[in-house]
Every structure is written in structure tokens, then in C-alpha cells.
């Protein structure tokens, strides 16, 4: 069993970096944000609670949000483990997830704010299926337009410069304490997150004694390997 919690800021790739690592080691890839917004997108009761707040990048209640990773780690889906992302974010959701869960290692992707501005500033989002672009590292074939179903593609409502300029400042402020707190008992690893991606990935699986990642692969999950 392998339960990881990877941090980082918004931009440091923690989307891409807990896909590689779930989909070739069997995890499940738990995105808290992810969460909120297909509660957003499905108009349900607790979308309708987390509107505001996601739209304008700012935390959700921690009372709400410790219900939703319970809830969701209480499917007991993780036969072989968990890559938790986006959560905890403070001090308190830090202390209220040590209680219920022993975890083997904190990923911290470690990224300067100036490059967090370039990478999160060209971000697009297909409207239709939710599939990720880059401006800088993954364009779509045509531009504005979705490779995979044609729509369109638009930034993430949270991804605009006044809104990261202060999402940057509240989560210098928050994480760092939870970064404090899980030092001390030692299983953070500080990965340098500047490199590619698949570089960022092998950083991870050295650091944390897990089998090498095989970028030729695609990152497809171990049992389909030949
Ligand atoms: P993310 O995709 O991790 O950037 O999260 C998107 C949004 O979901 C955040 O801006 C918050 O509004 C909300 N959110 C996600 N995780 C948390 C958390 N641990 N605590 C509070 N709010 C969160």
C-alpha cells in the first residue's frame, strides 16, 4: 500500500505528476479541486455551496472540505494506495488528515513564483471534455480548439492574473506551516519541479525508492506492459 500526498502550487504540475504516478502503480489519483468542480459543473447542492469560492480561487471552508476527501476516502477504492492532491492546504487539514491516515512520503513540488505566472497564465481547458492544454507545452493541433472532441478551449476562471496573484500569496502562507508540519516527521521530499515533466516524474519515483518511470511507455499502466 503507497499513500502519497503531493503539494505544490497552483501550476507545478501536481495534475500531471499524480496521473504518471496513479496510472503506472495502480493508485487512485484524488484531486480535491477536481472534486469541487464536477460538483460545479453538475449543478449539485454542494457545487452550488463551492461556486463562488473556486471561481475566484479562494479556499473552501476546511469543515466542508475534511467531508469530502472522509467521504471519499471512506469508498475505500485505494486497494494499492492513494496520490492525494490539493489537500491538506492548511495547518488544520494537515492535522485532521495525520489523525485518520498514516502516509508514506509528501511530494513537494517546488516551483518560483515567476514561473508559476508563465505556466498558469497559458492554460486552457476544453469547455466540452475537460481535456488540458498548454500553451507552452501542449498546443492544440488547432488553435482555440480542442484536439480530441473540436471544443472550444477557455482558461479556468481561477487562472486569471489578479486571482493567481493572490492564490500565490495565500499559499505561501498556509502550506508553508503544513510543509513545517509534515518535515518534522520526515517523508517530504522537495522535488525541483522546473524540469519536464517526465524528468519531474523519475525525481519523484528516485526519491521515493519506487520503480523507475519509462517515459517511451506514455505512461500506460504496468499490466498492459508487455
Ligand atoms: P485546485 O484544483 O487544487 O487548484 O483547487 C481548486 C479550488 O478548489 C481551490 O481554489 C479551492 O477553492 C478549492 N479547494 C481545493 N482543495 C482545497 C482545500 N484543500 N481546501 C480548501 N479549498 C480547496
Redesign the pocket.
Known amino acids: 500500500m503507497r499513500k502519497y500526498v503531493i503539494m505544490g502550487v497552483?501550476g507545478s504540475g501536481?495534475?500531471t505528476q499524480s496521473k504518471l504516478l496513479a496510472d503506472d502503480l495502480d493508485l487512485v489519483h484524488i484531486?480535491?479541486?477536481?472534486i469541487?468542480?464536477w460538483h460545479v459543473k453538475n449543478h449539485t447542492k454542494l457545487g452550488a455551496q463551492?461556486r463562488r469560492?473556486?471561481a475566484?480561487?479562494?479556499?473552501?471552508?476546511?469543515d466542508l472540505?475534511e467531508d469530502v476527501?472522509s467521504d471519499r476516502l471512506h469508498l475505500h477504492d485505494w486497494n494499492y494506495g492513494f496520490v492525494i492532491?490539493?489537500?491538506?492546504?492548511?495547518r488544520r487539514?494537515a492535522e485532521f488528515f495525520l489523525e485518520s491516515y498514516d502516509i508514506d512520503g509528501v511530494i513537494h513540488l517546488d516551483l518560483p513564483d515567476e514561473e508559476v505566472r508563465r505556466r498558469v497564465l497559458a492554460r486552457r481547458l476544453c469547455s466540452q471534455c475537460g481535456m488540458d492544454y498548454n500553451l507552452i507545452a501542449h498546443r492544440p493541433e488547432v488553435e482555440g480548439r480542442c484536439d480530441v472532441c473540436g471544443g472550444e478551449l477557455v482558461s479556468r476562471e481561477?487562472d486569471s492574473p489578479d486571482v493567481l496573484a493572490r492564490?500565490l500569496r495565500d499559499y505561501h502562507s498556509k502550506i508553508d506551516p503544513v510543509v513545517d508540519l509534515f518535515r518534522g516527521k520526515e517523508y517530504v521530499m522537495t522535488i525541483d519541479a522546473r524540469a519536464d515533466k517526465f524528468t519531474v516524474q523519475q525525481t519523484i519515483r528516485a526519491r521515493f525508492n519506487l520503480p523507475p518511470f519509462d517515459p517511451s511507455r506514455g505512461g500506460e499502466p504496468a499490466e498492459l506492459r508487455s
Do not use: I, M
Not at 31 to 34: E, F, L, P, W
Not at 56 to 62: F, I, K, N, P, R
Open positions: 497552483q501536481k495534475g484531486s480535491v479541486g477536481d469541487f468542480r463551492v469560492l473556486v475566484a480561487g479562494e479556499l473552501v471552508g476546511d472540505v476527501v492532491d490539493g489537500f491538506p492546504r492548511n487539514q481561477d492564490r
